[in-house]
């Protein structure tokens, strides 16, 4: 028997179907969204880590450079064993920080970057030149300004000590004033400076009214922006500390041996 469209059964059938079909097409776009938006985060990652590096991307494939001369790896914050694998450039380390069974809490005393909490593990990049060799170390920072968490890669030279270059690609600072984060003439500064004095200690410092000349180990603060600099350069004392990557370099150090 012929189903009538205006009847009951009929309309109910087109009501499911056309749901059905809706369902479907929101679905196959919100995958196809998802893959892109996970693209470009890829991307994004990339980018910062060769600026961190100083790799001059003018007019060449960063996708390719990142591909041919940078290595990811996964590094447990504790033991400082590191990984790699083709899930590493996946991992989230946002999650991860706030994830009961992949975080720790920190101890007040502990927490110099302000965070609160921190991810058991972490993301790194080796970066090498054409011939192989080991030109930087790329490591994650992050801590809080004056009103946001800061968040950058910093790179070291092979020696885990000089500074190679920094980027801070997202902060909610004050507009106009935390701008200088990303101002080159402020992060220029942070080139072949010294994290570690000659007894081991962290004493990378944002110095309000100007760092000393000959300092190695400081940057100039920026007027008006003076705790968003506080706030790095505790971000620094962290994460090169025992909370940090200590527990890594020594076992990077001892590799090298």
């Given at each position: 028997m012929a189903l009538k469209k205006d009847s009951f059964m009929g309309t109910m059938i087109f009501t499911v179907t056309l749901c059905l079909l809706c369902s479907f097409m929101i679905t196959g776009t919100a995958e196809v969204l998802k893959e892109r938006k996970l693209v470009k985060k890829r991307d994004e990652l990339m980018r910062n880590v060769l600026i961190a590096a100083d790799v001059d991307l003018s007019g060449q494939d960063f996708r390719a450079l990142f591909a041919k001369d940078v290595k990811p790896f996964l590094v447990s914050l504790d033991s400082g064993e590191a990984q790699s694998d083709a899930t590493v450039m996946d991992?989230?380390?946002?999650m991860a920080?706030?994830?009961p069974e992949t975080s720790i809490k920190l101890e007040k005393k502990q927490d110099k970057a302000k965070i609160k909490t921190r991810a058991n593990q972490v993301r790194v990049f080796?970066?090498?030149d054409d011939s192989g060799?080991?030109?930087?170390?790329?490591?994650?920072?992050y801590g809080k300004g004056l009103w946001s968490m800061v968040y950058g890669f910093i790179a070291v030279k092979p020696d885990l000590n000089?500074?190679?270059?920094v980027v801070f690609y997202e902060h909610g600072?004050?507009?106009?004033?935390g701008d200088f984060l990303n101002d080159p003439e402020w992060t220029n500064q942070w080139h072949n400076k010294q994290i570690f004095d000659e007894k081991g200690k962290v004493s990378f410092k944002v110095v309000k009214g100007g760092a000393k000349e000959g300092d190695v180990h400081a940057i100039d603060a920026v007027s008006g922006a003076t705790m968003t600099g506080r706030g790095v350069q505790r971000s620094i004392q962290f994460w090169f500390g025992t909370e940090g990557f200590e527990?890594?370099?020594?076992?990077?150090?001892?590799?090298?041996?």
């Open positions: 991992f989230d380390p946002r920080s706030i994830n080796k970066v090498f060799k080991l030109t930087s170390v790329v490591l994650p920072i000089t500074i190679e270059n600072e004050t507009p106009g004033i527990a890594f370099f020594k076992k990077l150090k001892a590799s090298e041996v």
